[in-house]
T-cell receptor, first 113, second 114 residues
Framework: GDSVTQMEGPVTLSEEAFLTINCTYT??????LFWYVQYPGEGLQLLLK?????DKGSNKGFEATYRKETTSFHLEKGSVQVSDSAVYFC????????????FGTGTRLTIIP | DTAVSQTPKYLVTQMGNDKSIKCEQN?????MYWYKQDSKKFLKIMFS???????INETVPNRFSPKSPDKAHLNLHINSLELGDSAVYFC?????????????FGSGTRLTVV
């Protein structure tokens, strides 16, 4: 079945550091890929998405590129801020009419000033 | 206006009780979901309804019963609550066959069974 594997957390970085959170997936066909963010005490918010190979999703300085050859969708940001502290989830949707999102286990990110 | 709203936000109850969580969306979406997030933050789908019809029913104890009176509402009723039911439950919505658009999530209901 479909699955998403994320790098284990927690991740702690200093402000202005470069961020990479790795995500790889297993799916049949051509899934859509997503990054969601969950701030403390809140629900999940869509951060960015990509629907086909080589698409780059971007939002709030975060980027991720859909790499079909490596089945990856790594999240990057060039200079993180304290306000980026949250849990980040990689997810996929198989686009076959079965609309469920399959999530990775989440990566907790803490940015220290 | 809140797009996907859940009530209550917090729910503390004793083992063996029956409780309900309500969810409403005002986005005009036709598909709604319930997800369970455990203490390690892992998210797993429980149910999905499209236009009031059940389309996804993962391996969930039959003590959990979803009800969708219309496409804007999806409630979750839980009978005979157990300690292991303690979790955060998220409602979400999307437009069917538009999975690439992503979901909109509610802010969650933290259920604590004591």
């Amino acid at each position: 079945g479909d699955s998403v594997t994320q790098m284990e957390g927690p991740v702690t970085l200093s402000e202005e550091a470069f961020l990479t959170i790795n995500c790889t997936y297993t799916a049949t066909g051509y899934p859509s890929l997503f990054w969601y963010v969950q701030y403390p005490g809140e629900g999940l918010q869509l951060l960015l998405k990509a629907t086909k190979a080589d698409d780059k999703g971007s939002n709030k300085g975060f980027e991720a590129t859909y790499r079909k050859e490596t089945t990856s969708f790594h999240l990057e940001k060039g200079s993180v801020q304290v306000s980026d502290s949250a849990v980040y989830f990689c997810a996929l949707s198989a686009n076959f009419g079965n609309e469920k999102l399959t999530f990775g286990t989440g990566t907790r990110l803490t940015i220290i000033p | 206006d809140t797009a996907v709203s859940q009530t209550p936000k917090y729910l503390v109850t004793q083992m063996g009780n029956d409780k309900s969580i309500k969810c409403e969306q005002n986005l005009g979406h036709d598909t709604m979901y319930w997800y369970k997030q455990d203490s390690k933050k892992f998210l797993k789908i429980m149910f999905s309804y499209n236009n009031k019809e059940l389309i996804i029913n993962e391996t969930v104890p039959n003590r959990f019963s979803p009800k969708s009176p219309d496409k804007a509402h999806l409630n979750l009723h839980i009978n005979s609550l157990e300690l292991g039911d303690s979790a955060v439950y998220f409602c979400a919505s999307s437009q069917f066959e538009r999975a690439s658009y992503g979901y909109t999530f509610g802010s969650g209901t933290r259920l604590t069974v004591v």
